[in-house]
């Protein structure tokens, strides 16, 4: 492409060179002053033609109407077909996912599970759309397809989700949030770790089917939340409870009905979960369920009400909408 490139420019100042010289030839004086002779090759090349230029010499005319405008065009049109060709190029590049992304502190998607990571990946733009911070969201796959969402992410094929060059190309070291989710329990467990040993200082998260694979990978790296298959879990418990699956399913759908954040606590002092569960309810119409003090390892669940929270605390609550902007100074 670059040689292709390389010899349109030579041809094109060729081109305007031996018309130059054939104008002055034929002693075409008032088409070769500076700004009016390149204004007046670009009119004609284009076959525009506003007629404001034009030759007055007999000679002048057959030499722009068998070498300028038949070379001009057809240069003109060459270049123009190139110009098109390298921008639809470079947009086939992104939807092939053969581009390198220049993301910073955004979320990276790596693997692919046809609806359930569409699922995934539309449940994060919303709710980004709703959150006070603006994120970026990027799919790393290996599998043979096309960017699914060309205008809202970020996409990134490679051979191997273990390899430096290609994976930079996902800025994976430039991530906040990294999600593994393979349909091969083995290809996600070597993904974290890889992510793990990359980029430390994200927040990975790593689906498994089966549970004792997440609990070896949290032995070897204590930074990654691995989250294992809860259907069985599931089938049993609305067993015994009706309902129990689209309550779950409620909770973590952000486009209908209540929803289940987390926020931190960002006051500067300790308040006792009394104080928390009222002003939550009576003022934002939100109900906390959980808190944690040590990381998301270690939450309590239906915490006792005379129970002290401290500043740093994670607070886990119900509600239709994020909460945003929360006054502190209240409690």
């Known amino acids: ?25 034929a002693g075409e004086q008032a088409l070769l002053t500076g700004a009016d ?36 065009l057809g240069l003109f049109g060459l270049a123009v077909g190139r110009l098109a060709a390298f921008v639809s190029f470079q947009w086939r590049k992104g939807l092939k996912g053969l581009k390198t992304l220049d993301y910073t502190g955004h979320i990276l998607i790596i693997g692919w599970n046809n609806e359930r990571t569409l ?18 969201v990027a799919l790393c796959v290996k599998a043979d397809i096309e960017n699914p969402l060309p205008d809202e992410i970020g996409f990134i094929r490679v051979n191997s989700f273990n390899n430096d060059e290609q994976m930079s190309r996902a800025a994976l070291k430039q991530a906040s949030c990294i999600i ?71 909770l973590l759908d952000v486009h209908s009905g209540m929803t289940q954040y987390s926020m931190p606590f960002g006051a500067d002092k300790t308040v006792t979960v009394r104080d928390l569960f009222l002003k939550l309810k009576e003022e934002y119409a939100a109900t906390l369920i959980g808190v944690s003090s040590q990381g998301y390892d270690a939450i309590e669940l ?30």
């Open 1 to 25: 492409m670059d040689l292709r490139w390389y010899s349109i420019v030579l041809a094109i100042v060729f081109y305007v060179v031996m018309s130059w010289g054939l104008l002055q030839l």
């Open 37 to 72: 002779f390149i204004y007046w090759m670009i009119v004609t090349a284009s076959t525009v033609g506003y007629g404001d230029f034009s030759p007055t010499t007999a000679a002048g005319k057959y030499i722009v109407s068998l070498f300028v405008i038949p070379f001009g």
């Open 119 to 136: 699922q995934l990946i539309r449940l994060l733009l919303r709710e980004i759309e709703y959150h006070h911070e603006t994120q970026r």
């Open 180 to 250: 593994i989710d393979n349909p091969e329990d083995d290809l996600s467990m070597t993904t974290a770790l890889y992510c793990s040993d990359q980029n430390p200082d994200a927040h990975i998260i790593a689906y498994f089917k089966e549970e004792s694979l997440g609990k070896l990978l949290k032995a070897h790296c204590p930074n990654v939340e691995c989250m294992p298959s809860v259907a069985i879990e599931m089938l049993a418990k609305s067993a015994m409870d009706p309902g129990s699956s689209a309550l779950h399913h409620q």
């Open 302 to 331: 239906n915490p006792a009400l005379d129970q002290s929270v401290a500043p740093g605390s994670t607070l886990y609550y119900i509600a239709d909408e994020r909460i945003n902007q929360l006054n502190w100074d209240t409690f």
